[in-house]
């Protein structure tokens, strides 16, 4: 990965070589934690902006409170070093990770260590290449199913979670596939190993209702934009044979951004190239991110010279 110069840690600007944690840190041992991921692009009209940021700054506090982890700086403050952390750096097109998580002091599940806070950025290209995003992915049902939200929460981006998505990814990605879809315990589509789905038939654009999915940023966005161009986008229950005679399927996520799908488990879907509601969508997305909607300007932070 591109190193960047500085990490902000707790309050501070530190070298990025200098950002370390002691090895008895909690979150490393059990996985109490939550983070974001978020992008920040260059714009059309000049500068730079960060996509969303209110949005996915709200779902890391959300995050925290369902795991109950008491977040020690405001909504405000996360905004203001997500920015400073993109300005600092020099950055104009750069991948954020916001990191919440339980310093070292004591062991055990009971421990109610310092809670930290970490955020760096780095230039990160795309998340399933370049010929994925032109060309779509091949994908595999995982043997590994999306956890109950009894299990793990699913509203939560916790660090825990995605010990399953890991899982899931590695296991399909050594089988020579490009991404996993998880289904949910009752045997539903859940989303991919970092990415939600939408799938396309005779017009009509659905995505799994988000009970045991992520409940994705892209994707609301995405279906703002396709609602906003006339398409009816529904939430319900899909099932893995919905996709194999799908006309059209893609992926959302802020790294993944839209990604076609091409195949699962070794069917073609459609006709085994990105459909034209997906090259629609992949266009518009992209127009918004670099700041040509006007009507989605609210979306974009920008980041002060
Ligand atoms: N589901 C999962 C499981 C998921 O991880 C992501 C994001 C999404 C859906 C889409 O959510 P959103 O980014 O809000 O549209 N996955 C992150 C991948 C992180 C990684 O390090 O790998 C991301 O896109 O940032």
Not at 266 to 294: F, N, S
Request: a negative charge; one cysteine or more; proline letters at 5%.
């Amino acid at each position: 990965m591109q190193k960047s110069g500085w990490i902000w840690m707790d309050g501070r600007f530190v070298p990025w070589d200098d950002a370390n944690v002691h090895v008895l840190t909690h979150t490393l041992h059990y996985g109490l934690g939550v983070f974001e991921g978020i992008r920040c692009y260059r714009l059309t009209g000049g500068g730079s902006a960060i996509f969303r940021l209110a949005e996915h700054d709200r779902r890391l506090v959300e995050s925290a409170h369902v795991l109950g982890i008491e977040m020690p700086f405001s909504r405000a403050e996360i905004d203001a070093a997500c920015i400073e952390t993109v300005r600092r750096n020099g950055l104009e097109e750069c991948y954020l990770r916001p990191l919440v998580f339980l310093g070292d002091g004591k062991m055990g599940l009971a421990a109610e260590n310092p809670v930290r806070v970490a955020i760096a950025a780095w230039p990160w290209g795309a998340y399933l290449g370049e010929e994925g995003v032109r060309l779509g992915v091949r994908a595999k049902t995982s043997s590994f199913w999306r956890f109950h939200s009894n299990t793990f929460m699913p509203r939560a981006k916790s660090v825990g979670n995605y010990l399953n998505s890991i899982l899931a990814s590695r296991e399909v990605q050594r089988a020579g596939y490009d991404e996993a879809i998880l289904l949910d315990t009752e045997g539903f589509v859940a989303e991919g190993s970092g990415e939600n789905l939408f799938v396309i038939r005779d017009g009509v654009v659905s995505t799994p209702e988000p009970y045991a999915a992520l409940s994705g940023i892209t994707a609301a966005t995405v279906t703002t934009l396709l609602r906003e161009r006339g398409h009816e986008v529904r939430s319900g229950r899909i099932t893995r044979d919905d996709i194999y005679i799908a006309d059209e399927v893609f992926m959302t996520g802020t790294a993944a951004e839209v990604v076609p799908v091409r195949e699962l488990d070794d069917r073609r879907i459609g006709d085994g190239r990105p459909g034209p509601i997906t090259c629609t969508i992949q266009k518009v997305y992209a127009q918004a991110i670099r700041g040509e909607l006007p009507e989605h300007r609210d979306w974009l932070t920008p980041i002060p010279a």
